[in-house]
């Protein structure tokens, strides 16, 4: 496919606002795509870039699926045209793309989400074992379909509630390896700023947000109020009301911050975000669904699909994203600390890494969760000091620190918000350092 010379510099958003149908997508990699039939009318899309380093070829290289959150946020979006794909979403090279040292696989996931579709709502997914179950059926089809990756070492990398997915696709993933049913090298699992034990996190907002002066002791006493209302209807086992309570719950966080940012404490939401996301009873999807939600969805539906060539017509991307978050509304609040002690206890690799300028996820709550783990390691990765890391992009500041010990780490990376590896306003350069770590490239 050509690249888009005519219009470089002019931008995406110009060149939609000018009119233009035609706009063909620059190649920056060798790519493959398509769909993968789960279940009867439940259809989901992956999208691979093979690994584009100057210094390696892909086979020498880890293959990665990225798993995004929300339920109901677009891995082939999302994390691809505004995280860690090639390019950004203007379309333009990103330095610090993950292909640059690794083969990368996003996936739609869960059915509805992104470009995946289902025929019908009640194909949609409830929990995550559902979830999981999915994902064996499309992990099974692509290590068939691609065989020269089958030996390659294949890590899951995830952020928000893809965490929380990726937890229970790696432990289902690992039992199928050992059983035959899946033919990959799985090398391990990396939980970004993820939805593990949500209760911890809503908990520690309030802490988090007085300790950075962005609650005054009224704000602290209203937030406290809300999130002990989410505990006792997680101590209930009302998990839908629970979910209900934790919305809101963000409302009255921001009621008292001037409208904080969740994703990032140092910048603040927008009236239209504000707006949008109290009209709905879903805010964390609806939050990060709307962050650049015009130009993105443009993109997505407009000279993407035409690059892809192989969507529905009857399908548009993101159009089922409310509804899947609907349907797994009585798993949200569900934690999964117990899937991620048995794939430890299994021997699987297991990082966990977080944003220090994350409210939605905060660390303190992430170190809470990691506290409660049966894993016979912590006691000792407890005592260990954290080694600290220079930061890429400007030498002798840290940038992040970090522990490992057996099959499990952590890394604390500074001055980033929940999507770490964004750029400008987080810390994609440190992002890719831990990546190529956690890889076993450095």
Same mark, same amino acid.
């Given at each position: 496919v050509p690249c888009?010379?005519?219009f470089? $510099?002019?931008?995406?958003?110009n ?7 035609t706009l063909?997508v620059p190649?920056?990699?060798?790519? =493959?795509?398509g769909?993968v %039939?789960?279940r009867?009318?439940?259809?989901m899309?992956?999208?691979l870039?093979?690994a584009n380093?100057?210094?390696? =070829?892909?086979?020498?290289l880890?293959?990665v ?9 677009s891995?082939c ?23 640059r ?6 996936? %739609?996931?869960?059915v509805?989400?992104g ?6 709502e009640d ?6 074992a559902?979830?999981a179950? %999915? @994902?064996?059926v499309?992990?099974?089809s ?5 065989t ?9 990398f995830s952020?928000?509630? +893809? ?12 039992k ?5 049913s ?6 391990g ?7 593990i =034990?949500p ?6 907002w309030?802490p988090?947000?007085? =300790?950075t002066?962005?609650? %005054?002791?009224? $704000?602290?006493?209203e937030?406290t ?6 505990l006792?209807?997680v101590?209930q +086992?009302q998990?839908?009301?629970?979910t ?6 963000e ?9 904080v940012?969740?994703?990032n404490?140092?910048? &603040? ?9 109290s009209? &709905? ?10 962050m650049?939600?015009?130009?993105l969805?443009?993109l ?6 035409q690059?892809l ?10 159009? &089922?994203?409310e509804?899947?978050?609907v349907s ?8 999964v ?10 021997g ?10 994350d409210?939605?996820v905060?660390t303190a $709550? ?6 409660q ?8 990765f407890?005592k260990?000091?954290w ?9 002798s500041?840290t940038?992040?620190?970090y ?16 999507m ?5 306003s987080?810390? +994609?350069?440190m992002?890719?350092? @831990?990546?190529?770590m ?5």
């Amino acid at each position: 496919v050509p690249c888009i010379t005519l219009f470089r $510099g002019l931008g995406l958003s110009n060149v939609l606002k000018a009119g233009v149908q035609t706009l063909c997508v620059p190649v920056q990699a060798k790519e =493959s795509w398509g769909y993968v %039939d789960v279940r009867e009318g439940a259809h989901m899309f992956w999208w691979l870039y093979y690994a584009n380093s100057s210094s390696a =070829s892909y086979k020498d290289l880890p293959l990665v699926m990225w798993l995004q959150g929300g339920p109901g946020g677009s891995s082939c979006g999302f994390g691809n045209f505004e995280e860690i794909g090639p390019l950004d979403r203007d379309l333009k090279p990103r330095e610090t793309s993950w292909v640059r040292a690794a083969s990368v696989l996003f996936v %739609d996931n869960p059915v509805g989400t992104g470009y995946s579709y289902t025929d019908t709502e009640d194909a949609l997914t409830k929990d995550v074992a559902m979830v999981a179950s %999915d @994902m064996m059926v499309l992990l099974k089809s692509f290590f068939s379909l691609k065989t020269e990756f089958q030996s390659i070492p294949f890590y899951i990398f995830s952020e928000s509630y +893809g965490g929380k997915m990726a937890a229970a696709i790696s432990l289902k993933l690992t039992k199928a390896v050992q059983a035959g049913s899946v033919k990959c090298n799985f090398a391990g699992v990396a939980l970004g700023d993820s939805w593990i =034990s949500p209760i911890d996190s809503v908990m520690t907002w309030g802490p988090y947000l007085y =300790s950075t002066s962005l609650l %005054d002791d009224n $704000g602290l006493d209203e937030v406290t109020k809300a999130a002990n209302a989410v505990l006792e209807a997680v101590k209930q +086992g009302q998990y839908r009301k629970a979910t209900d309570m934790w919305s809101i719950t963000e409302n009255v966080v921001e009621q008292n911050t001037n409208n904080v940012n969740f994703y990032n404490i140092l910048t &603040q939401n927008s009236d239209e975000m504000v707006k949008t996301s109290s009209d &709905q009873t879903n805010g964390f999807l609806c939050e990060k669904l709307n962050m650049h939600s015009f130009s993105l969805s443009e993109l997505m539906n407009g000279p993407i699909r035409q690059k892809l060539g192989v969507i529905p017509k009857n399908v548009t991307w993101g159009g &089922q994203a409310e509804a899947v978050f609907v349907s797994m509304a009585g798993d949200f609040m569900k934690p999964v600390v117990d899937i991620v002690d048995q794939l430890l206890a299994a021997g699987a690799n297991v990082t966990v890494y977080n944003g220090q300028l994350d409210l939605i996820v905060d660390t303190a $709550g992430q170190e809470l969760w990691v506290k409660q783990l049966k894993w016979d390691g912590l006691q000792y990765f407890n005592k260990m000091k954290w080694t600290a890391l220079e930061d890429p992009q400007t030498q002798s500041q840290t940038g992040a620190f970090y522990k490992t010990y057996k099959n499990f780490a952590f890394y604390w990376i500074l001055k980033a918000g929940h999507m770490v590896h964004n750029i400008p306003s987080d810390q +994609g350069p440190m992002a890719l350092r @831990m990546l190529k770590m956690v890889t076993r490239q450095e």
